[in-house]
Each structure stands twice: as C-alpha cells, then as structure tokens.
C-alpha cells in the first residue's frame, strides 16, 4: 500500500523559511515525478512545484518562483519542499502526490494528474 506523508508545517512569521518534507513508501519512489500543491479553505487545490523523477526538472507556480525550491533525495524516498521570504498568502495546508505515470520528465502542474497524495501539513504565515 501506498503512503506519502507530509511534515515540517507550523506557525511561522511573514518574511521567515520553512522546510516541508514528503516521505514516501510502498512505491518505487524513484520512478515518480513529485508534486507539491496546497490548498486553502474555500480554494481549489492548487500547484507549488514539482520535480521528475530524476531531479534533473523542476517546475514552479508564478506565485513561489524565486521563494520555493523543491529537491527529492531518491535513496530516502524523500521529496523537500524549501520554502522562504513566506507570505501570509502561502497559507494552506501543503500536499505532495506522485505523478500517476512514471518516468516522466514534464512536470505536469494538474492535480489531476497525480495520485497517493498524503494528509497533509497545516503551513500558517502570520503578518
């Protein structure tokens, strides 16, 4: 059985960092392209950044380019998402989900197109 599970969430003041991690298992994690999207009450869920499966690309929403950095680490079934410079508007509770193809290289930015998401972790950005 398949199961990603996101942490590293908390209360954390506008203009500070935080680091988000998604651990995977049940999978061979390294076949997958990883996204990370949130989701805000009342809001459509919605795309951050996605890595392939190798690391070699990478995508980004408008909103976080320049803030966000995403990187997995294949040996630990592990994705991270670096988050700095936060804003209030970045609160939402993150996901990460495995693209549901495997060895691609596109980053598809649809959360349509992923599968096995995780919980969830609450990230609140104080003003």
């Known amino acids: 059985q398949v199961h990603l599970i996101e942490s590293g969430g908390e209360l954390v003041q506008a203009g500070g960092p935080l680091r988000l991690s998604c651990v995977a298992s049940g999978l061979t994690f390294s076949k997958y392209a990883l996204g990370w999207f949130r989701q805000a009450p009342g809001e459509e869920r919605e795309f951050v950044a996605g890595?392939?499966?190798?690391?070699?690309?990478?995508r980004y929403a408008d909103s976080v380019k320049g803030r966000f950095t995403v990187t997995r680490e294949n040996a630990a079934n592990t994705s991270y998402l670096q988050m700095n410079n936060l804003k209030p508007e970045d609160t939402a509770v993150y996901y990460c989900?495995?693209?549901?193809?495997?060895?691609?290289?596109?980053?598809?930015?649809?959360?349509?197109?992923?599968?096995?998401w995780g919980q969830g972790t609450q990230v609140t950005v104080s003003s």
């Open positions: 989900g495995t693209d549901s193809l495997p060895w691609t290289t596109v980053v598809v930015p649809s959360a349509a197109r992923y599968n096995n």
């Open positions: 890595i392939s499966w190798g690391g070699s690309h990478t």
